[in-house]
């Protein structure tokens, strides 16, 4: 991974992460979707900014059945020097396995593990500093929850998540496909947005369940409490201008669930089960294109 790498310095290439010094003695569990996820090794600055940031989530004590991540400290050295000035963050650098996944990204340097059960350890440079919980924390728990999601039948959909009836709305969509439009039209409305970026799916007995998380795009979220509703439909966004819905054909529908599947998507290794889980999804929900316009008149439409 490190040769030629944009994030981190030739020299790390054969670094193994856990023989690195832990940044602390602190421990933080989050009772989160997929969890409980415990993370250890904490420094005091870390643990306060991930509390801070997943105040909602916070678990006192330490179930026997939690998924651990280790945080090791890593000499800025082992990154590359980069002018963030202008920069767009688009992706971090994988490489997938069978049996694990390594990651580089700005500042960071992760592995999950998946034998003989979820595991992960991340390497940062960072200890009191704000790229901490929002860009290094942040970016290697989406990936974590992920792949837990992926072992359990779900996914995390890129997606606009709105309810109403009682039930969950998705419109999965890349950046510039309208799910921040639409849903700061939801808000507008008095619609409950669960969130115009990224949605969890869980199937529970007969049903398939949309969770709440705070994982977030340019919409500012409702006050981050936790909800899960049922599932009551996956919709393909398309801006035009009038609002009215569409036939989705099932293949159609599965491509876009794939395509908006991060980080599980592009790992060759668990491509076959993420394709298994969306399809399984389908099956028990409703599917179409919502073609809508600026006015908010397409809520009428559910």
Partial sequence: MTSGSFYLAPETDNMDLEQAPLWGNETVILDF???PYRFDGLSHSQAQAIRQRYRHYLLPQVPDNSIITRLYRLDEQCFRPIDTRGWTYERMEYRHALKQV??????LRTRLIFAPRLRGVLGTSLDDHPWFSGLVFENYFRMLVAYRLLSLGGVMLHSAGIVSGGKARLFPGHSGAGKSTLSEQAGRHGLLVLSDDLNVLLPEKKRIQVEKV???????????SRYSFPLGGIFKLVQGGTNHLDELGPGAALSLMLSCSPFVNEDPFRFDQLAANLSRILKQTTTGRLTFNRDGGCLRLF
């Fill in 214 to 224: 705070p994982f977030t795009g340019t919409f500012a979220q409702q006050p981050d």
């Fill in 102 to 107: 390594e990651v580089a990204g700005l500042k």
């Fill in 33 to 35: 979707c997929g969890g």
